[in-house]
């Protein structure tokens, strides 16, 4: 069994700090593990992903996160926060092996203070 | 390349109607997979199909069903609407049948039942 948990639902800080994005993973084997940023009214777009190799894994936008397997964590960071990083974004997971659906996180959305 | 594709954009339905949505994926991908998004239960799984053949089925009523044609296009259908069917409808395409495949997701269809 896998599943997913974003901590904070909304999240708010200042244009120009750091943004920290929290997400918890469980997965019985090793999992890939996703992060996708949603703008209103649009679909989602892959940010980052971390399937093997390096832990610390760069996306767009300056997006990074890395994966820590004994806190099972994935968290999403960028240095600086910028007007436009404000939307809904969703960490996922998806067991490696077998024919496993990917499970999201229930999403945190981000508010950005000018 | 042209993205992942979805019709309508926007459906209003009654309830104890039927609807079906149509998906193009991305040229050259094989999978498929078909997600609702509400406020309150977020992003949940309904089905995957890769080569026509459904993968893996989410925890949904018989009244959702979707196939796969062999241009990899997909379609899902939902009988007897109910108003709590209202939600946004999301496909995502991947090349394969990869578990680590980046799913790619289209704008998706915003279905509201009266």
């Known amino acids: 069994a896998q599943s997913v948990t974003q901590l904070g639902s909304h999240v708010s800080v200042s244009e120009g700090a750091l943004v920290l994005l929290r997400c918890n993973y469980s997965s019985s084997v090793p999992p890939y593990l996703f992060w996708y940023v949603q703008y209103p009214n649009q679909g989602l777009q892959l940010l980052l992903k971390y399937t093997t190799g390096a832990t610390l894994v760069k996306g767009i936008n300056g997006f990074e996160a890395e994966f820590k397997k004994s806190e099972t964590s994935f968290h999403l960071t960028k240095p600086s926060a910028h007007m436009s990083d404000a939307a809904e974004y969703f960490c996922?997971?998806?067991?490696?092996?077998?024919?496993?659906?990917?499970?999201f996180g229930t999403g945190t959305k981000l508010q950005v203070i000018p | 390349k042209a993205g992942v594709t979805q019709t309508p954009r926007y459906l209003i339905k009654t309830r104890g109607q039927q609807v079906t949505l149509s998906c193009s994926p991305i040229?050259?991908?094989?999978?498929v997979s078909w997600y609702q998004q509400t406020p309150g239960q977020g992003l949940q799984f309904l089905f995957e199909y890769f080569s026509e053949t459904q993968r893996n089925k989410g925890n949904f009523p018989g009244r959702f069903s979707g196939r796969q044609f062999s241009n990899s296009r997909s379609e899902m259908n939902v009988s007897t609407l109910e108003l709590g069917d209202s939600a946004l409808y999301l496909c995502a395409s991947s090349p394969g049948q990869g578990t680590a495949d980046t799913q790619y997701f289209g704008p998706g269809t915003r279905l509201t039942v009266l």
């Open positions: 040229s050259g991908h094989r999978s």
């Open positions: 996922a997971v998806r067991s490696s092996g077998g024919y496993q659906k990917v499970t």
